[in-house]
T-cell receptor, first 113, second 118 residues
C-alpha cells in the first residue's frame, strides 16, 4: 500500500516571499510523483511531475520540486509567490504497478499582500 | 491538448432521483478513466476505475449498485448516482489516462461536478 502525507494543512505567506509545501510518501515499490493545484470549485491542474531522471523538477508558474528518495519526500517550492498562487495544493503518488493516484490531504496556500 | 470535460458542472436534485455525470476526453483517447469524490476542504478519494469495454473496478467501501459506471467509448465515461440521498452531495471529479504512450503515466482532470441532493 502507498500513502501520502502533507504535514501542513495551511501555509500563510506574504506576497513575494519564498514558500515550501511539504510532501512525504510511503511505498514499497518505485513511484511516480505529482503536484496538482486546485482553485475554488475547479478540477485539478498539474503543476509538475517526477517520473524518472533528474530529481529536480521544474513545473508551471515558477514552481519546482525535488525528489529525495532517501527521505521519501517531494517538497514543492517557489522562490517568490504571488497573490494568484492562493489555492489548494495536492501531492499525489502512483506506484509503477498501479494506475490510480493516491492523494495527500492537501495544503491550503494563502498568499497575503 | 489533453482536455477533459465534465457535464453538468452543477446539479441539484431531489432525494430518490438518479443523476448522470459525463466525463469526456476531448482530444485524446482514454481506455482508463477514474472517478473521485471530494468533500469540502478534504482530499480526493478514488471511487472507481472505469475501463472501456469491461466492468469498472470499485474501491473498497464504494457501492457498485449506488454508483453505476459505464465506459461507453474511448472518450466517454459516465457516473450515475442512483437513488440519490443528501449524503451523496459532494464534488465529483473525473480524470482520464491517455492511451498515448508518451503521456500514459499522467492523468488529466475534469473541472468537477457539484452535486447537491435536497
Amino acid at each position: 500500500a502507498q500513502s501520502v502525507t502533507q504535514l501542513d494543512s495551511q501555509v500563510p505567506v506574504f506576497e513575494e516571499a519564498p514558500v515550501e509545501l511539504r510532501c512525504n510518501y510511503s511505498s514499497s515499490v518505485s513511484v511516480y510523483l505529482f503536484w496538482y493545484v486546485q482553485y475554488p470549485n475547479q478540477g485539478l491542474q498539474l503543476l509538475l511531475k517526477y517520473l524518472s531522471g533528474s530529481t529536480l523538477v521544474k513545473g508551471i508558474n515558477g514552481f519546482e520540486a525535488e525528489f529525495n528518495k532517501s527521505q521519501t519526500s517531494f517538497h514543492l517550492r517557489k522562490p517568490s509567490v504571488h497573490i494568484s498562487d492562493t489555492a489548494e495544493y495536492f501531492c499525489a503518488v502512483r506506484n509503477t504497478g498501479r494506475r490510480a493516484l493516491t492523494f495527500g490531504s492537501g495544503t491550503r496556500l494563502q498568499v497575503q499582500p | 491538448g489533453a482536455v477533459v470535460s465534465q457535464h453538468p458542472s452543477r446539479v441539484i436534485c431531489k432525494s430518490g432521483t438518479s443523476v448522470k455525470i459525463e466525463c469526456r476526453s476531448l482530444d485524446f483517447q482514454a481506455t482508463t478513466m477514474f472517478w473521485y469524490r471530494q468533500f469540502p476542504k478534504q482530499s480526493l478519494m478514488l471511487m472507481a476505475t472505469s475501463n472501456e469495454g469491461s466492468k469498472a473496478t470499485y474501491e473498497q467501501g464504494v457501492e457498485k449498485d449506488k454508483f453505476l459506471i459505464n465506459h461507453a467509448s474511448l472518450t466517454l465515461s459516465t457516473l450515475t448516482v442512483t437513488s440519490a440521498h443528501p449524503e451523496d452531495s459532494s464534488f465529483y471529479i473525473c480524470s482520464a489516462r491517455p492511451d498515448d504512450p508518451v503521456t500514459v503515466n499522467e492523468q488529466f482532470f475534469g473541472p468537477g461536478t457539484r452535486l447537491t441532493v435536497l
